[in-house]
């Protein structure tokens, strides 16, 4: 297990700055997650960790020792990516040991390693197999092998699973997962869909234009989400964000409501809610009121999509007799779960 450093580290392409300034400390062992939205500099991070993108500032280091000059087969790093990258006329076995022919090792050393990669990935059966006889999960598993039987004192994987229809993504999510618990190693990994960072990640790293916004376990980006960016981006659906003015401890939105939250903050908020937490009530016992203008019924719960006269928010109805549309409803939360930033900053405030 080793540890992984970034410090203040940048990328410009041409006047383009894509990378800006970023600083991250890896555990060795952990389970990193960087996430954000096409363009945001992650997969540019990740390439530079493996040496596939030349540094424009700033340092990496594995292990304490910087590796920003070495060659990338001299990082002792292994890259999983999104399309496999495997060779379609070598079987599964000469794939997953790819990576070992230059590597001076006996030959019966290179076997047990290939076997035992392949064992614990569920694949020793199919190690005579082209690729072309191998599901899109399969081939992903032979991709992870690769990397596995090298080594490697780092994992680097850039979207590995966005190839995969909705129920291969599941499976081999829990895959991974078992995998990191089984190998302890450190990885660092890239997606742009959340869900696989929050059900997969130690920490997660949010990213934004180039520059880190928050980091931290899924719970505290999820339930303390450092500014209005990070609180949006981690949940679906989103956390809905009304407008208002906070005064007195009390926050009047743009539709008219007046809501108590307890703060000191004055001046123009946004009141944050997670979809989750906004339940229907009784219209004249709520804090908010407003029409159902789209259901979508999920099995367990009903997403309801209310406008609130000026604004529009989603709340959690039940599975069964949930508000159809054209119905006002009354919407109910514990205060306890509002969220509070600043408007002109988006930064949190509580």
């Not at 280091?61 to 920003?68: D, K, L, Q, S």
């Not at 209005?228 to 009304?242: D, E, H, K, R, Y």
């Not at 939250?261 to 219209?283: F, K, N, Q, S």
């Amino acid at each position: 297990m080793t540890t992984l450093t970034l410090r203040d580290l940048v990328k410009d392409f041409g006047r383009t700055r894509v990378v800006d300034g970023i600083g991250l400390d890896v555990a060795a062992g952990e389970f990193i997650v960087l996430v954000g939205p096409s363009g945001c500099g992650k997969s540019t991070t990740l390439r530079m960790i493996a040496g596939l993108e030349e540094v424009t500032a700033g340092t990496i280091a594995i292990g304490g020792r910087v590796i920003n000059d070495l060659e990338p087969k001299d990082r002792d790093i292994a890259m999983v990516f999104q399309n496999y990258a495997i060779y379609p006329h070598l079987t599964v076995r000469q794939n997953i040991g790819f990576g070992l022919y230059t590597q001076r090792l006996a030959r019966a050393e290179k076997a047990r390693r290939i076997e035992e990669a392949a064992a614990i990935l569920g694949m020793g059966e199919f190690l005579e197999r082209k690729p072309a006889a191998l599901s899109g999960g399969q081939r992903q598993r032979v991709a992870i092998g690769r990397a596995m039987v090298r080594n490697p004192r780092v994992f680097l994987f850039d979207e590995p699973l966005s190839n995969l229809d909705a129920q291969l993504r599941t499976q081999m999510r829990i895959e991974i997962k078992k995998l990191h618990a089984r190998l302890a190693s450190t990885i660092v990994y890239v997606t742009h869909d959340q869900v696989e960072a929050m059900t997969l990640a130690d920490r997660i790293v949010i990213m934004k234009e180039g520059r880190i916004q928050q980091v931290g376990s899924p719970a505290e980006v999820y339930h303390a989400p450092a500014n209005s960016f990070v609180a949006t981006f981690i949940g679906a659906p989103a956390m809905n964000l009304l407008p208002g003015t906070a005064a007195g401890g009390w926050v009047r939105l743009a539709t008219g409501s007046e809501i108590a939250v307890a703060t000191g903050a004055g001046g123009p908020v946004l009141l944050g809610i997670r979809p989750e937490d906004l339940r229907p009530a009784a219209a004249g016992g709520a804090a908010l009121a407003g029409r159902v203008t789209v259901a979508e019924p999920l099995g367990p719960g009903t997403l309801l999509h209310v406008d609130l006269g000026g604004a529009e928010v989603i709340a959690t109805g039940p599975g069964r007799g949930a508000p159809a549309p054209g119905a006002t409803v009354g919407l109910a939360f514990d205060p306890a779960a509002l969220h509070l930033f600043d408007a002109a900053t988006g930064a949190a405030i509580r």
